[in-house]
């Protein structure tokens, strides 16, 4: 069993979509969680443009209530997936040595684009790129 961590700026958009669609695609080869780097949305439920946005693909986003990121999560994790190079900036500078090896983008070598502020079509382009991406994670290689 893996356990992945995803981390956006809010766990508000994108990181929510990927702990979803990695649990789906991985099943109980994996355990998924999302955070995000700043505490804005702490308990909030996703933005309504990406549960609409998740639900084209077959994914419920919901139940979803936004945590910010925390150390103990940090050291959970086998592998933590920063949507974009900012965040991951972020997360190398707060996570320490000790958890360093640990992350990486979600994308590599490319960042998720944030959607917020945005409209359905991006919100909509952005759920699609992740899902996709649940390939680089999760089979091919990958238990």
Not at 24 to 52: E, Y
Not at 109 to 119: A, T, W
Not at 135 to 142: K, T
Request: aromatic share 4%; hydrophobic share 40%.
């Amino acid at each position: 069993m893996r356990n992945l961590l995803t981390v956006c700026l809010g766990n508000y958009c994108r990181s929510p979509v990927a702990q979803i669609a990695l649990a789906r695609r991985g099943g109980t080869a994996v355990t998924v969680r999302s955070a995000g780097l700043i505490g804005k949305w702490q308990g909030q439920p996703a933005n309504p443009s990406m549960i609409n946005a998740a639900r084209r693909l077959g994914l419920d986003l919901t139940s979803h209530r936004a945590e910010q990121i925390t150390l103990e999560a940090l050291d959970w994790a086998d592998e933590v997936l920063a949507m974009d190079t900012a965040v991951l900036d972020t997360l190398r500078a707060i996570c320490g040595e000790a958890n360093e090896h640990k992350l990486g983008l979600y994308l590599p070598g490319r960042d998720v684009p944030d959607p917020m502020g945005q409209g359905d079509e991006v919100f909509n382009d952005c759920a699609v790129l992740i899902e996709a991406g649940t390939a680089l994670h999760i089979g091919r290689g990958h238990p």
